[in-house]
Nanobody
Framework: QVQLVESGGGLVQPGGSLRLSCAAS????????MAWFRQAPGKERSFVAA????????YYAASVKGRFTISRDKAKNTVNLRMNSLKPEDTVVYYC???????????????????WGQGTQVTVAS
């Protein structure tokens, strides 16, 4: 069983930066492809970024590529999302996700992930 807990959300001005962290518990975390999604009220959950289990490959949504960076610290059992040049449209709840199925590595579909955190709110405003 994998449990995920996000942290690091908050209020930031446009152009600012935030670092989200996802702390995972579970003995097989290091073998799980991981991802970040986000969801605005009344909208479907959308893909943000993903990282393979070996950390050798990363994937990004077009809207965040070049601004966001996903990374994994296996020693600390965390997956991080560094967000730079934040825009007001980045204001949503961000979720960490994991899947035990390696063939879903990099998947942009929320249905392919079995484990989810509770979410952390990011607000970009002046």
């Amino acid at each position: 069983q994998v449990q995920l807990v996000e942290s690091g959300g908050g209020l930031v001005q446009p152009g600012g930066s935030l670092r989200l962290s996802c702390a995972a518990s579970g003995r097989t975390f290091s073998n799980y492809p991981m991802a970040w999604f986000r969801q605005a009220p009344g909208k479907e959950r959308s893909f943000v970024a993903a990282i393979s289990l070996s950390n050798s490959r990363t994937y990004y949504a077009a809207s965040v590529k070049g601004r966001f960076t996903i990374s994994r610290d296996k020693a600390k059992n965390t997956v991080n999302l560094r967000m730079n040049s934040l825009k007001p449209e980045d204001t949503v709840v961000y979720y960490c996700a994991a899947t035990p199925k390696t063939y879903h590595s990099g998947s942009v579909y929320p249905g392919n992930y079995d484990y989810w955190g509770q979410g952390t709110q990011v607000t970009v405003a002046s």
